[in-house]
Protein backbone atom coordinates (compact mmCIF):
# COMPACT_ATOMS: atom_id res chain seq x y z
CA UNK A 1 0.00 0.00 0.00
CA UNK A 2 2.92 2.54 0.64
CA UNK A 3 3.56 2.38 -3.36
CA UNK A 4 0.00 3.55 -3.98
CA UNK A 5 0.21 6.30 -0.98
CA UNK A 6 3.18 7.59 -2.60
CA UNK A 7 1.76 7.55 -5.93
CA UNK A 8 -1.29 9.59 -4.78
CA UNK A 9 1.06 12.32 -2.53
CA UNK A 10 3.16 12.55 -5.70
CA UNK A 11 -0.43 13.43 -8.05
CA UNK A 12 -1.28 15.76 -5.17
CA UNK A 13 2.05 17.70 -5.22
CA UNK A 14 1.84 17.75 -9.03
CA UNK A 15 -2.10 18.78 -9.02
CA UNK A 16 -0.92 21.56 -6.18
CA UNK A 17 1.94 23.12 -8.76
CA UNK A 18 -0.77 23.21 -11.20
CA UNK A 19 -2.94 25.39 -9.18
CA UNK A 20 -0.74 27.60 -7.84
CA UNK A 21 0.34 28.80 -11.28
CA UNK A 22 4.03 26.69 -11.50
CA UNK A 23 3.12 25.26 -14.99
CA UNK A 24 6.70 26.03 -16.23
CA UNK A 25 8.29 23.85 -13.68
CA UNK A 26 10.42 20.61 -14.95
CA UNK A 27 8.03 18.17 -13.58
CA UNK A 28 5.50 19.67 -16.45
CA UNK A 29 5.92 18.65 -20.33
CA UNK A 30 4.51 21.06 -22.46
CA UNK A 31 1.87 19.19 -24.48
CA UNK A 32 2.03 19.78 -27.88
CA UNK A 33 5.97 18.90 -27.11
CA UNK A 34 5.00 15.34 -26.00
CA UNK A 35 2.07 15.17 -29.05
CA UNK A 36 4.92 15.28 -31.43
CA UNK A 37 7.00 13.01 -30.10
CA UNK A 38 4.49 10.39 -29.79
CA UNK A 39 3.26 11.15 -33.45
CA UNK A 40 7.59 10.37 -34.45
CA UNK A 41 7.94 7.57 -31.81
CA UNK A 42 4.42 5.83 -33.72
CA UNK A 43 5.40 7.13 -37.41
CA UNK A 44 8.87 5.04 -36.30
CA UNK A 45 6.82 1.91 -35.29
CA UNK A 46 8.47 2.31 -31.71
CA UNK A 47 5.22 2.75 -30.02
CA UNK A 48 1.53 0.92 -30.79
CA UNK A 49 -1.51 0.87 -29.16
CA UNK A 50 -2.25 -2.09 -28.83
CA UNK A 51 -4.46 -4.13 -26.46
CA UNK A 52 -8.36 -5.59 -26.09
CA UNK A 53 -11.25 -3.70 -27.55
CA UNK A 54 -13.31 -2.26 -24.25
CA UNK A 55 -16.85 -4.34 -23.46
CA UNK A 56 -19.28 -1.30 -24.01
CA UNK A 57 -19.70 0.28 -26.98
CA UNK A 58 -20.29 3.63 -25.00
CA UNK A 59 -16.94 3.97 -23.72
CA UNK A 60 -15.46 2.96 -26.66
CA UNK A 61 -15.30 6.08 -28.30
CA UNK A 62 -13.00 7.66 -24.77
CA UNK A 63 -11.49 4.50 -24.59
CA UNK A 64 -10.74 2.56 -27.32
CA UNK A 65 -8.61 -0.73 -25.98
CA UNK A 66 -7.46 -1.43 -22.83
CA UNK A 67 -4.03 -1.22 -23.08
CA UNK A 68 -1.62 -4.08 -23.22
CA UNK A 69 1.19 -4.62 -20.93
CA UNK A 70 0.18 -1.41 -18.53
CA UNK A 71 -1.64 -1.54 -15.15
CA UNK A 72 -5.23 -0.32 -15.33
CA UNK A 73 -6.38 0.99 -11.70
CA UNK A 74 -10.08 0.73 -10.61
CA UNK A 75 -10.98 2.72 -7.67
CA UNK A 76 -14.46 3.79 -5.92
CA UNK A 77 -16.32 3.37 -2.76
CA UNK A 78 -17.67 0.00 -1.02
CA UNK A 79 -20.42 -1.07 -3.05
CA UNK A 80 -19.71 1.18 -5.76
CA UNK A 81 -19.46 -1.79 -8.76
CA UNK A 82 -15.46 -2.43 -8.64
CA UNK A 83 -15.57 -5.94 -8.75
CA UNK A 84 -18.65 -6.32 -10.99
CA UNK A 85 -16.75 -3.92 -13.76
CA UNK A 86 -13.62 -5.44 -12.86
CA UNK A 87 -14.86 -9.02 -13.82
CA UNK A 88 -16.28 -7.33 -17.12
CA UNK A 89 -12.94 -6.44 -18.01
CA UNK A 90 -11.18 -9.56 -17.12
CA UNK A 91 -13.68 -11.54 -18.60
CA UNK A 92 -13.16 -9.78 -21.95
CA UNK A 93 -9.49 -9.31 -21.84
CA UNK A 94 -9.38 -12.84 -21.23
CA UNK A 95 -11.06 -14.14 -23.78
CA UNK A 96 -9.23 -11.83 -26.34
CA UNK A 97 -5.54 -13.56 -24.40
CA UNK A 98 -7.05 -16.51 -25.29
CA UNK A 99 -6.17 -15.76 -29.06
CA UNK A 100 -3.35 -13.58 -28.33
CA UNK A 101 -1.08 -16.09 -25.79
CA UNK A 102 -1.48 -13.29 -23.42
CA UNK A 103 -2.12 -13.30 -19.58
CA UNK A 104 -4.70 -11.02 -17.30
CA UNK A 105 -3.22 -10.04 -13.86
CA UNK A 106 -5.49 -9.56 -11.16
CA UNK A 107 -4.67 -7.69 -8.22
CA UNK A 108 -7.10 -6.74 -5.55
CA UNK A 109 -6.27 -4.40 -2.68
CA UNK A 110 -9.59 -5.26 -0.72
CA UNK A 111 -9.70 -9.14 -1.60
CA UNK A 112 -8.02 -12.42 -1.11
CA UNK A 113 -7.54 -14.78 -4.59
CA UNK A 114 -10.60 -16.86 -3.23
CA UNK A 115 -13.14 -13.96 -3.09
CA UNK A 116 -12.06 -12.25 -6.13
CA UNK A 117 -12.75 -15.61 -7.50
CA UNK A 118 -16.23 -16.01 -5.93
CA UNK A 119 -17.24 -12.54 -7.38
CA UNK A 120 -16.37 -13.46 -10.90
CA UNK A 121 -18.32 -16.86 -10.25
CA UNK A 122 -21.38 -15.21 -9.18
CA UNK A 123 -21.26 -12.97 -12.09
CA UNK A 124 -20.87 -15.56 -14.29
CA UNK A 125 -23.17 -17.86 -13.34
CA UNK A 126 -25.84 -15.00 -13.04
CA UNK A 127 -24.76 -14.40 -16.90
CA UNK A 128 -25.26 -17.85 -18.11
CA UNK A 129 -28.53 -18.16 -16.28
CA UNK A 130 -30.14 -15.23 -17.18
CA UNK A 131 -29.56 -16.13 -20.23
CA UNK A 132 -30.43 -19.71 -20.13
CA UNK A 133 -33.29 -18.53 -17.32
CA UNK A 134 -32.35 -21.12 -15.10
CA UNK A 135 -31.93 -18.59 -11.55
CA UNK A 136 -33.61 -15.75 -10.54
CA UNK A 137 -31.22 -12.71 -9.80
CA UNK A 138 -31.47 -12.49 -6.16
CA UNK A 139 -28.67 -12.54 -4.12
CA UNK A 140 -29.09 -15.05 -0.71
CA UNK A 141 -26.19 -14.60 1.33
CA UNK A 142 -23.10 -12.18 1.29
CA UNK A 143 -21.66 -13.22 -1.84
CA UNK A 144 -25.13 -14.89 -3.40
CA UNK A 145 -23.74 -18.29 -3.14
CA UNK A 146 -27.08 -19.41 -2.25
CA UNK A 147 -28.12 -18.92 -6.25
CA UNK A 148 -26.07 -21.35 -7.30
CA UNK A 149 -27.70 -24.67 -6.66
CA UNK A 150 -31.24 -22.70 -6.63
CA UNK A 151 -34.06 -23.40 -9.16
CA UNK A 152 -31.75 -26.01 -11.34
CA UNK A 153 -28.48 -23.41 -11.60
CA UNK A 154 -26.17 -26.30 -11.80
CA UNK A 155 -25.84 -26.44 -15.31
CA UNK A 156 -25.04 -22.80 -15.04
CA UNK A 157 -22.57 -23.17 -12.20
CA UNK A 158 -20.69 -25.64 -14.09
CA UNK A 159 -20.24 -23.61 -17.07
CA UNK A 160 -19.24 -20.59 -15.23
CA UNK A 161 -16.46 -23.00 -13.94
CA UNK A 162 -15.68 -24.26 -16.87
CA UNK A 163 -15.12 -20.50 -18.48
CA UNK A 164 -13.51 -19.31 -15.83
CA UNK A 165 -10.97 -22.05 -15.52
CA UNK A 166 -10.16 -21.60 -18.91
CA UNK A 167 -9.19 -18.00 -19.13
CA UNK A 168 -5.51 -16.84 -19.29
CA UNK A 169 -5.91 -15.02 -15.57
CA UNK A 170 -3.55 -14.79 -12.65
CA UNK A 171 -4.79 -13.80 -9.07
CA UNK A 172 -2.34 -12.37 -6.93
CA UNK A 173 -2.24 -13.57 -3.71
CA UNK A 174 -1.03 -11.27 -1.15
CA UNK A 175 -2.52 -7.99 -0.95
CA UNK A 176 0.37 -6.21 0.03
CA UNK A 177 2.51 -6.32 -3.61
CA UNK A 178 4.24 -3.10 -5.07
CA UNK A 179 4.22 -1.71 -8.29
CA UNK A 180 7.48 -3.34 -9.26
CA UNK A 181 6.35 -7.05 -8.12
CA UNK A 182 3.15 -6.05 -10.46
Known amino acids: HADVAELTEQAERESRALAAGRTDAEEFAN ?3 VVAAVAEQIASGKI ?3 GAPVPWPALAGVLPAIPQGEITVLAGLPGAGKSAVMWQIVRHVGMDSL ?3 GEVLVYSMEMVDVQVVLRGLIME ?7 QREVKPHRVDGYG ?3 LTAGGGGQALSDALDTLAALPVRIAREQSLSTEQL
Open 31 to 33: LKE
Open 125 to 131: VRSIAAA
Open 99 to 101: ASG
Open 145 to 147: LGE
Open 48 to 50: MHT
